[in-house]
């Protein structure tokens, strides 16, 4: 079944890969009725018995729901039977399990890519780590991206923030490197190296790739573009 872009439901026969023509396809959120695009969403998919389960990387098979709400708004529309309802309508199906920690797995699994992001961009060499390091490619313009833990010091963050901008030629401009949503504990064990508090990414494709699961965690979190109130989609 092949949905077209404002239907909520992913299409089984494409889910599983993006194609360059999907990932910038529209995808409608089965809570607010918001169009988004697929990478600005999060998929739930539904396994055969009916078992309603996160897809933070947006690949698992057959069928699957797109929500575009932060975790609290999850948690109300869990208690509040809004996403049953939704999904039920959905699928035109009332067969469906909700874990009562869907939100808490949601949470892991969106953290989980982020990090297994990271890891494949390490492991291909594309990934700098070490302030002093990250300091003298981002003076010398060979910085993409700059990421700070989210308990990484103010004075690290503002040398290498100043670093950056010397590189870009953009002093004055006010621009920074992005926190992420996880403290250097988390990052350290992720990517196996010893208190990493700041990173960088050498090259724009790699910062494309890492947004991605980045700012699905952070719409999750609330960090990011706040997402609409949970009013019903129009016609229901």
Known sequence: MRNPPHDPLGSPETEGAASPRDAGSERRCVLTGRNAARDELVRLAVSPDGDVLPDANAKAPGRGAWIGVSRQELEDAIASGRLKGALSRAFK????????????????????????????????????????????????GKVAALYHAADAKED????????????????????????????????????GRENVVHLALADAKSAQRVSVPLARLQMYLGAGEAAPSLSPPAGE
Do not use: C, F, Y
Not at 172 to 188: C, W
């Open 93 to 140: 199906t009332g067969a469906l399990a909700i874990p009562a920690d869907l939100p808490v797995r949601l949470a892991g699994a969106l953290e989980k890519a982020l990090l297994d992001r990271l890891g494949l961009e390490m492991r291909s060499g594309r990934l700098i780590l070490g302030s002093d390091r990250i300091a003298n490619d981002a003076r010398m």
């Open 156 to 191: 690290g963050r503002r040398k290498l923030d100043q670093a950056w901008r010397v590189g870009l030629d953009e002093e004055g401009s006010g621009r920074h490197g992005e926190t992420l949503p996880l403290d250097r504990q988390a990052l350290s064990v992720a990517l």
